[in-house]
Protein backbone atom coordinates (compact mmCIF):
# COMPACT_ATOMS: atom_id res chain seq x y z
CA UNK A 1 0.00 0.00 0.00
CA UNK A 2 1.28 3.41 -1.05
CA UNK A 3 2.03 5.93 2.03
CA UNK A 4 0.10 8.60 -0.01
CA UNK A 5 -2.93 6.00 0.65
CA UNK A 6 -5.86 7.56 2.79
CA UNK A 7 -7.39 5.13 5.12
CA UNK A 8 -10.60 5.81 7.34
CA UNK A 9 -10.78 4.90 10.59
CA UNK A 10 -13.33 5.18 13.52
CA UNK A 11 -12.28 6.50 16.96
CA UNK A 12 -12.95 4.04 19.38
CA UNK A 13 -11.80 5.20 22.09
CA UNK A 14 -10.41 8.74 23.48
CA UNK A 15 -9.31 9.42 26.78
CA UNK A 16 -6.98 11.38 29.22
CA UNK A 17 -3.23 9.87 29.45
CA UNK A 18 -1.55 12.76 31.29
CA UNK A 19 -2.27 16.89 31.95
CA UNK A 20 -2.54 18.57 28.59
CA UNK A 21 -2.42 14.96 26.59
CA UNK A 22 -5.24 12.73 25.20
CA UNK A 23 -5.13 9.01 23.41
CA UNK A 24 -6.86 7.72 20.65
CA UNK A 25 -7.64 4.85 19.09
CA UNK A 26 -8.34 4.32 16.19
CA UNK A 27 -10.16 1.07 14.53
CA UNK A 28 -10.76 0.05 10.67
CA UNK A 29 -14.10 0.13 9.47
CA UNK A 30 -15.99 -3.54 9.19
CA UNK A 31 -14.70 -5.42 6.76
CA UNK A 32 -11.41 -3.24 6.26
CA UNK A 33 -7.61 -3.86 7.57
CA UNK A 34 -5.37 -1.66 9.02
CA UNK A 35 -1.38 -1.65 7.34
CA UNK A 36 1.11 -3.21 9.18
CA UNK A 37 3.21 -0.98 11.29
CA UNK A 38 6.93 -0.83 12.64
CA UNK A 39 7.84 0.45 16.37
CA UNK A 40 8.98 4.43 15.59
CA UNK A 41 6.22 4.82 12.43
CA UNK A 42 3.87 7.69 12.33
CA UNK A 43 0.44 8.43 10.71
CA UNK A 44 -0.65 11.60 9.13
CA UNK A 45 -4.23 12.75 11.00
CA UNK A 46 -6.33 14.62 9.01
CA UNK A 47 -8.64 16.96 11.03
CA UNK A 48 -11.60 19.67 10.94
CA UNK A 49 -10.49 22.43 8.57
CA UNK A 50 -8.21 20.87 6.43
CA UNK A 51 -5.47 20.44 8.75
CA UNK A 52 -2.84 17.28 8.26
CA UNK A 53 -0.88 16.77 11.23
CA UNK A 54 1.40 13.85 11.96
CA UNK A 55 1.55 11.50 15.35
CA UNK A 56 3.86 8.56 15.77
CA UNK A 57 2.15 5.44 17.28
CA UNK A 58 2.24 3.89 20.82
CA UNK A 59 1.00 0.34 20.64
CA UNK A 60 2.58 -2.71 19.88
CA UNK A 61 3.56 -3.42 16.09
CA UNK A 62 2.19 -6.78 16.76
CA UNK A 63 -0.91 -5.24 17.41
CA UNK A 64 -2.62 -5.43 13.77
CA UNK A 65 -6.27 -4.32 14.56
CA UNK A 66 -5.83 -0.64 16.10
CA UNK A 67 -3.43 1.91 15.70
CA UNK A 68 -3.06 4.35 19.19
CA UNK A 69 -1.71 7.48 19.28
CA UNK A 70 -1.10 10.50 21.83
CA UNK A 71 -1.38 14.29 21.35
CA UNK A 72 0.28 17.00 23.43
CA UNK A 73 -2.29 20.18 23.53
CA UNK A 74 0.21 22.97 22.66
CA UNK A 75 -0.18 26.47 24.54
CA UNK A 76 1.28 27.89 20.73
CA UNK A 77 -1.26 25.28 18.42
CA UNK A 78 -1.34 25.98 14.83
CA UNK A 79 -4.89 24.02 15.35
CA UNK A 80 -3.69 20.87 15.30
CA UNK A 81 -2.98 19.89 18.86
CA UNK A 82 -6.20 21.93 19.40
CA UNK A 83 -8.59 20.13 17.22
CA UNK A 84 -7.93 17.00 18.42
CA UNK A 85 -8.35 17.93 22.28
CA UNK A 86 -11.63 19.62 21.15
CA UNK A 87 -13.68 18.51 17.84
CA UNK A 88 -12.41 14.62 18.10
CA UNK A 89 -14.57 12.20 19.82
CA UNK A 90 -14.95 8.65 20.12
CA UNK A 91 -17.19 7.32 17.70
CA UNK A 92 -16.70 10.06 14.56
CA UNK A 93 -14.80 8.23 11.54
CA UNK A 94 -11.45 9.97 10.13
CA UNK A 95 -9.25 10.25 7.72
CA UNK A 96 -5.36 9.12 8.18
CA UNK A 97 -2.76 8.21 5.88
CA UNK A 98 -0.91 4.57 5.98
CA UNK A 99 2.08 4.65 8.18
CA UNK A 100 5.34 6.17 7.11
CA UNK A 101 8.76 5.52 9.64
CA UNK A 102 11.63 7.51 9.29
CA UNK A 103 12.63 6.32 12.76
CA UNK A 104 12.91 2.76 12.48
CA UNK A 105 15.09 0.69 14.87
CA UNK A 106 18.48 -0.14 13.71
CA UNK A 107 18.36 -4.06 12.83
CA UNK A 108 22.10 -4.88 13.48
CA UNK A 109 21.92 -3.17 17.10
CA UNK A 110 22.83 -5.60 19.93
CA UNK A 111 21.35 -2.98 22.43
CA UNK A 112 19.38 -0.07 22.35
CA UNK A 113 18.97 2.64 24.33
CA UNK A 114 15.61 5.13 24.23
CA UNK A 115 15.32 8.13 25.60
CA UNK A 116 12.46 9.83 25.43
CA UNK A 117 11.10 13.89 26.84
CA UNK A 118 7.50 14.67 27.37
CA UNK A 119 4.82 13.66 24.68
CA UNK A 120 8.42 11.89 22.68
CA UNK A 121 7.35 8.85 25.10
CA UNK A 122 4.92 8.13 21.94
CA UNK A 123 6.76 6.23 19.43
CA UNK A 124 9.94 5.37 22.17
CA UNK A 125 7.05 3.37 24.06
CA UNK A 126 6.14 1.56 20.88
CA UNK A 127 9.74 0.87 20.84
CA UNK A 128 10.27 -0.64 23.84
CA UNK A 129 6.82 -2.53 23.31
CA UNK A 130 8.52 -4.60 20.20
CA UNK A 131 11.89 -5.13 21.44
CA UNK A 132 10.64 -6.68 24.85
CA UNK A 133 8.42 -8.55 22.77
CA UNK A 134 11.61 -9.68 20.60
CA UNK A 135 13.82 -10.09 23.77
CA UNK A 136 16.12 -7.56 23.18
CA UNK A 137 18.49 -5.62 24.70
CA UNK A 138 17.49 -2.37 25.40
CA UNK A 139 16.71 0.57 28.51
CA UNK A 140 14.01 2.73 28.69
CA UNK A 141 14.56 6.25 30.09
CA UNK A 142 11.66 8.95 30.06
CA UNK A 143 12.19 12.37 31.57
CA UNK A 144 9.56 15.13 32.27
CA UNK A 145 8.63 18.22 34.07
CA UNK A 146 6.56 16.28 36.30
CA UNK A 147 4.81 13.36 37.17
CA UNK A 148 1.15 14.43 36.30
CA UNK A 149 2.78 15.19 32.74
CA UNK A 150 3.98 12.28 32.35
CA UNK A 151 1.67 10.18 29.62
CA UNK A 152 1.66 6.29 29.95
CA UNK A 153 3.52 6.52 33.22
CA UNK A 154 1.41 3.81 34.86
CA UNK A 155 1.50 1.37 31.43
CA UNK A 156 5.35 1.29 31.56
CA UNK A 157 5.56 0.77 35.34
CA UNK A 158 2.85 -2.23 35.05
CA UNK A 159 4.86 -3.59 31.77
CA UNK A 160 6.59 -6.63 32.47
CA UNK A 161 9.55 -4.96 31.28
CA UNK A 162 9.25 -2.30 33.74
CA UNK A 163 12.91 -2.79 35.61
CA UNK A 164 14.25 -2.43 32.00
CA UNK A 165 12.76 1.56 32.67
CA UNK A 166 13.55 4.37 34.47
CA UNK A 167 11.24 7.54 34.84
CA UNK A 168 12.88 10.97 35.94
CA UNK A 169 10.99 13.79 37.01
CA UNK A 170 12.61 17.32 37.10
CA UNK A 171 13.21 18.77 41.19
CA UNK A 172 11.56 20.98 42.47
CA UNK A 173 13.53 24.23 41.29
CA UNK A 174 13.43 22.13 37.36
CA UNK A 175 17.07 20.87 37.38
CA UNK A 176 16.09 17.66 35.24
CA UNK A 177 16.97 14.46 37.16
CA UNK A 178 18.55 12.34 34.31
CA UNK A 179 21.99 12.63 33.98
CA UNK A 180 22.87 12.99 30.24
CA UNK A 181 26.90 12.80 30.96
CA UNK A 182 26.70 9.40 33.19
CA UNK A 183 24.28 8.35 31.06
CA UNK A 184 26.58 8.21 27.97
CA UNK A 185 29.51 8.49 28.77
CA UNK A 186 29.78 5.11 27.88
CA UNK A 187 30.16 4.61 23.85
CA UNK A 188 29.47 0.85 22.57
CA UNK A 189 29.42 0.31 19.13
CA UNK A 190 27.20 -2.53 19.94
CA UNK A 191 24.54 0.04 21.02
CA UNK A 192 22.49 2.58 19.32
CA UNK A 193 20.55 5.69 20.52
CA UNK A 194 17.24 6.73 19.96
CA UNK A 195 15.90 9.82 21.32
CA UNK A 196 12.24 11.69 20.51
CA UNK A 197 10.89 15.05 22.49
CA UNK A 198 10.87 18.78 23.07
CA UNK A 199 14.07 20.30 21.18
CA UNK A 200 15.44 21.18 23.86
CA UNK A 201 16.17 17.88 25.11
CA UNK A 202 16.45 16.43 22.07
CA UNK A 203 19.22 19.19 21.30
CA UNK A 204 20.84 18.46 24.95
CA UNK A 205 20.65 14.46 23.83
CA UNK A 206 22.33 14.89 21.09
CA UNK A 207 25.35 17.04 22.07
CA UNK A 208 25.91 15.15 24.82
CA UNK A 209 26.24 12.02 22.73
CA UNK A 210 28.38 13.57 20.19
CA UNK A 211 30.46 15.29 22.80
CA UNK A 212 31.16 11.67 24.13
CA UNK A 213 31.82 10.11 21.12
CA UNK A 214 28.77 8.35 19.81
CA UNK A 215 29.12 8.41 15.64
CA UNK A 216 26.71 9.98 14.13
CA UNK A 217 25.59 6.24 12.53
CA UNK A 218 24.39 5.13 15.83
CA UNK A 219 22.09 8.61 16.94
CA UNK A 220 18.69 8.21 15.91
CA UNK A 221 15.82 10.93 16.52
CA UNK A 222 12.83 12.35 15.51
CA UNK A 223 11.50 15.79 16.12
CA UNK A 224 7.91 16.31 16.44
CA UNK A 225 8.18 20.32 15.89
CA UNK A 226 10.10 22.62 14.40
CA UNK A 227 9.67 26.65 13.31
CA UNK A 228 10.69 28.09 10.50
CA UNK A 229 13.67 29.76 10.65
CA UNK A 230 14.02 33.31 9.77
CA UNK A 231 17.05 35.32 9.81
CA UNK A 232 17.64 39.56 9.42
CA UNK A 233 20.19 38.85 6.44
CA UNK A 234 18.03 36.19 4.38
CA UNK A 235 17.96 37.61 0.74
CA UNK A 236 15.43 36.54 -2.43
CA UNK A 237 16.56 33.86 -4.86
CA UNK A 238 15.07 32.42 -7.81
CA UNK A 239 13.98 28.58 -8.24
CA UNK A 240 13.57 27.09 -11.68
CA UNK A 241 10.87 24.29 -12.57
CA UNK A 242 13.69 21.75 -14.24
CA UNK A 243 10.42 20.12 -15.88
CA UNK A 244 9.24 23.51 -17.66
CA UNK A 245 11.97 25.97 -17.43
CA UNK A 246 9.95 28.11 -15.27
CA UNK A 247 11.80 30.24 -12.82
CA UNK A 248 10.31 32.75 -10.19
CA UNK A 249 11.83 34.36 -7.75
CA UNK A 250 11.63 33.71 -3.70
CA UNK A 251 11.26 36.82 -1.64
CA UNK A 252 13.13 36.72 1.55
CA UNK A 253 9.93 36.80 3.49
CA UNK A 254 8.50 33.36 1.20
CA UNK A 255 8.82 30.02 1.64
CA UNK A 256 9.65 27.88 -1.88
CA UNK A 257 6.08 26.58 -1.54
CA UNK A 258 4.60 29.53 -1.43
CA UNK A 259 6.46 30.97 -4.16
CA UNK A 260 6.13 28.34 -6.56
CA UNK A 261 2.48 28.24 -5.72
CA UNK A 262 2.19 31.53 -6.96
CA UNK A 263 3.11 30.18 -10.73
CA UNK A 264 0.73 27.37 -10.20
CA UNK A 265 3.15 24.34 -9.13
CA UNK A 266 1.96 22.87 -6.13
CA UNK A 267 4.42 20.76 -3.56
CA UNK A 268 2.40 18.51 -1.40
CA UNK A 269 3.02 19.83 2.12
CA UNK A 270 1.90 18.43 5.90
CA UNK A 271 3.66 19.70 8.80
CA UNK A 272 5.24 23.09 7.05
CA UNK A 273 8.25 22.88 9.43
CA UNK A 274 10.97 20.77 8.09
CA UNK A 275 9.85 17.66 10.37
CA UNK A 276 7.64 14.98 8.50
CA UNK A 277 9.21 14.93 5.02
CA UNK A 278 6.12 15.33 3.05
CA UNK A 279 7.71 18.24 0.63
CA UNK A 280 11.08 16.17 0.35
CA UNK A 281 12.62 17.91 -3.70
CA UNK A 282 15.73 16.64 -5.40
CA UNK A 283 17.90 19.77 -6.07
CA UNK A 284 19.35 19.27 -9.04
CA UNK A 285 21.52 22.64 -9.53
CA UNK A 286 22.35 24.99 -6.84
CA UNK A 287 22.79 25.20 -2.74
CA UNK A 288 20.41 24.46 -0.38
CA UNK A 289 20.53 26.41 2.97
CA UNK A 290 19.02 23.69 5.05
CA UNK A 291 17.03 24.59 8.18
CA UNK A 292 14.50 21.13 8.38
CA UNK A 293 14.90 18.68 11.30
CA UNK A 294 14.46 15.78 8.92
CA UNK A 295 17.46 14.98 7.14
CA UNK A 296 20.82 13.77 8.62
CA UNK A 297 23.80 15.56 8.65
CA UNK A 298 24.84 14.02 6.03
CA UNK A 299 22.13 14.10 3.48
CA UNK A 300 22.25 18.08 4.23
CA UNK A 301 25.70 18.31 3.61
CA UNK A 302 25.29 16.04 0.01
CA UNK A 303 23.27 19.10 -1.01
CA UNK A 304 21.05 17.25 -3.58
CA UNK A 305 17.89 17.27 -1.81
CA UNK A 306 16.31 19.78 0.39
CA UNK A 307 12.72 21.01 1.91
CA UNK A 308 10.86 23.68 0.14
CA UNK A 309 8.32 24.18 3.33
CA UNK A 310 11.28 25.84 5.15
CA UNK A 311 14.74 25.84 3.47
CA UNK A 312 16.41 28.06 1.27
CA UNK A 313 19.54 28.73 -0.62
CA UNK A 314 22.57 29.56 -0.59
CA UNK A 315 23.08 30.21 -4.66
CA UNK A 316 21.31 32.61 -6.72
CA UNK A 317 19.36 30.18 -8.01
CA UNK A 318 18.13 26.52 -7.63
CA UNK A 319 16.92 24.20 -9.72
CA UNK A 320 13.97 21.71 -8.40
CA UNK A 321 13.12 18.16 -9.85
CA UNK A 322 9.82 19.02 -10.21
Known amino acids: MSQDTTLEVRIARKQAEAQDICSLELLPLDGQSLPAFG ?3 HIDVHLPGGLVRQYSLSNDCAESDRYVIAVLRE ?8 AVHEQLQAGQQITISAPRNHFALHSQAQKHLLLAGGIGITPILAMARQLAREGADFELHYSARARERMAFAAAIESATW ?18 LVALLAQVSP ?9 KGFMDAVLATAKGAGWPQEQLHYEFFAGEVERRADDAGFEVEVASTGQVVRVAPEQTVVQALESIGVCVQTSCEQGVCGTCLTRVLAGAPDHRDMYLTEEEQA ?3 QFMPCCSRALSGRLVLDL
Open 39 to 41: AGA
Open 190 to 198: ETHLYVCGP
Open 162 to 179: AGRARLHVDDAGGKPQLD
Open 75 to 82: PASRGGSA
Open 302 to 304: AGD
